[in-house]
């Protein structure tokens, strides 16, 4: 098992430039957006503590001297219930066949379980694509517990027939919050240990580009993140949010521009309205109001967020509603 902890020595300065696509999976929750967000240094793909948060393939790119590595994050693979489960696994598949190295998240706080066998035996069939094992969330457990996670995911390889190109513990949280210079290496480690899997080549991205995804659809997914905290466990899964339109405010002088946003909140029952709204419209309130600061340091300029609740009714499984919104 080759277990890597600490960072391993610069590579002399006439090493080749590297780019290409890295892809995380894992089941629902393993951790994945953030992790992506941590190795980007910035939001590009939405975080929640409910599974199936993810629904659009967001590209992160991370830009170093020696390489760029483009992170493809992908939807929890699981065994679907719905149209939309059934399409999210489909992009999760196709982007496995895509890619230059596979990262598996496995979170180091939960017992490998069935999610976990089902993604891994999946994975073994793909042959050709380097494997790394990504022990994530590291800052919820104590060593010993930790190094057993690590013996289970090196086990679980070997019962399969994958051959770890790497197994690597990353507490994504600590890097992100710049709270533990260990987790911020940790993340570094791992950019360090994905490069050499990718061929050569020159950089794929303009310069200081962090994601390929269009603006409305990022607009979008931030404002379903604020949606998302702090409903019922059921209603994630029910939200869809579209934005119909971005308009800079005409007559405001070249020094103060405002961004006119409106975008609509979709969910499938007329019951789960008022659950979205809140008493006296105070939930969507606090919504705008939380997602309007992460779209204002997405774009760098002010908005004015309208937002609105609609009902279409059992979205998830009516394939003309997944087209019109965007699945």
Known sequence: MSVRTSPSPSEPAETPHRSGFACFVGRPNAGKSTLTNALVGTKVAITSNRPQTTRHTVRGIVHRPDAQLVLVDTPGLHKPRTLLG???????????????VIGFCLPADQKLGPGDRFIATELAGIKKTPKVAIVTKTDLVEPEQLAQQLLAVDRLGTELGIEWAEIIPVSAVDAE????????????LLADLLVPL???????????????????????????????EGVRDELPHSIAVVVEEML?????????PL????????????????????????????????????IEALLGTPVFLDLHVKVAKDWQRDPKQLRRLGF
């Open 177 to 188: 919050k710049g709270a533990d210079a260990r987790g911020a290496g940790q993340v570094g």
């Open 259 to 294: 961004l006119d946003i409106h975008a609509n909140l979709f969910i499938e029952r007329p019951s789960q309205k008022g659950i979205v709204i809140g008493p006296k419209g105070r939930r969507l309130k606090d919504v705008g109001t939380k997602s309007r600061k992460h």
């Open 248 to 256: 800079p405010r005409e007559g405001r002088p070249a020094d103060k």
């Open 86 to 100: 059934e399409r999210l696994n489909d992009v999760v598949r196709t982007t496995w066949a895509e890619v230059d």
């Open 198 to 228: 990718l061929p050569e080549g020159p950089a794929l991205y303009p310069e200081g580009d962090l994601t390929d995804e269009p603006e409305q659809i990022m607009v979008a997914e931030l404002i379903r993140e604020a949606a998302l």
